[in-house]
């Protein structure tokens, strides 16, 4: 089983916005005069055992794109070994009414089936909550960047420490990749 969530998370003007240069600043004060800049959606599927991750940011959190997601995350579980039985989400409208999604959900196995968790109770799909607090603090806001594509741009090597280098206290002090059986060659 897998919990799946998307997390928003504000774009970064390009030069840095208030959390690079202050609230009081000149790029902030012009900044709120500015258009808005929207958000990026951060996608993330988590594996139930071994706790293993992929996530992707992404520009919206349609059906289409969630299917994609779902598909991806998907790939990248069987080259770990993983085959999904189960994708547990919240009640979005993206994961529970879109057609798209759900035939992405039966081609990810043949005993795939989608899971969702009670209306209001979000600690049900606690994996991929606290995938989110971590990933929002330790990647998203654990330095200033001066864009969103240089966020996005290190999310992947921040994904691979995850994954591979970093403890987890639920696995008793070693990383999710110590739990699965096929391991892609790792050089770092």
Excluded at 43 to 57: G, I, K, P
Excluded at 69 to 96: H, K
Aim: with cysteine; aromatic share 10%.
């Amino acid at each position: 089983m897998v919990h799946t969530d998307v997390k928003k998370l504000g774009r970064i003007r390009d030069g840095g916005g208030w959390w690079a240069h202050g609230r009081g600043s000149a790029q902030s004060v012009a900044a709120r005069s500015a258009a808005r800049v929207g958000y990026d959606y951060l996608h993330v599927c988590v594996d139930d055992h071994s706790r293993l991750a992929y996530a992707e940011v992404l520009p919206d959190e349609t059906g289409a794109t969630c299917a994609g997601f779902i598909t991806r995350a998907g790939i990248f579980m069987a080259g770990y070994g993983i085959t999904i039985e189960r994708v547990m989400s919240d009640n979005a409208f993206a994961y529970r009414h879109t057609a798209a999604y759900a035939r992405a959900v039966a081609a990810l196995s043949p005993a795939a089936r989608r899971k969702f968790i009670r209306p209001r109770c979000p600690w049900q799909n606690g994996k991929a909550e606290r995938f989110n607090q971590t990933a929002n603090n330790e990647w998203a806001r654990a330095q200033v960047f001066a864009s969103s594509h240089a966020r996005t741009t290190a999310l992947a090597t921040w994904l691979h420490e995850y994954n591979h280098h970093r403890p987890h206290a639920s696995l008793g002090g070693l990383p999710p990749v110590s739990r699965v059986t096929n391991v892609p060659r790792c050089d770092s």
